[in-house]
């Protein structure tokens, strides 16, 4: 059975820093991608980061949208099956309930489109307010 489950949401300052983690269970992590998604009341689902599946060589390729470049990093631990979101720089507009999503689909690259992913996390909350 396929799970995913979110951790290291909470409350935060603006400026301030999470590592969400996302640990999976059920299948073979480096065989699949795994996408960050986000949304806040009122507002769309939103496409944060992905990661791409294994091709045998350590090479993955990342996504981020715009709105989270050059603060957000997304890494992959296969041998201990969690996928990480480091969010530095946290702004009051990064408030919103985080998702882990994994997506089979053969590709040497990943996708934030929520139509790709077929396996969904329960969501981690992350509050940024001061």
């Known amino acids: 059975q396929v799970q995913l489950v979110e951790s290291g949401g909470g409350l935060v300052q603006p400026g301030g820093s999470l590592r969400l983690s996302c640990a999976v269970s059920?299948?073979?992590?480096?065989?699949?991608?795994i996408g960050w998604f986000r949304q806040a009341p009122g507002k769309e689902r939103e496409g944060v980061s992905c990661?791409?599946?294994?091709?045998?060589?350590?090479?993955?390729?990342?996504d981020y949208a715009d709105s989270v470049k050059g603060r957000f990093s997304i890494s992959r631990d296969n041998a201990n099956n969690t996928v990480y979101l480091q969010m530095n720089s946290l702004k009051p507009e990064d408030t919103a309930v985080y998702y882990c999503?994994?997506?089979?689909?053969?590709?040497?690259?990943?996708?934030?489109?929520?139509?790709?992913?077929?396996?969904w996390g329960q969501g981690t909350q992350v509050t940024v307010s001061s």
């Open positions: 990661i791409s599946r294994g091709r045998g060589n350590n090479i993955y390729f990342g």
């Open positions: 059920g299948f073979t992590l480096d065989y699949y991608a």
């Open positions: 999503t994994a997506s089979r689909i053969i590709s040497r690259i990943c996708s934030r489109d929520y139509i790709s992913y077929a396996y």
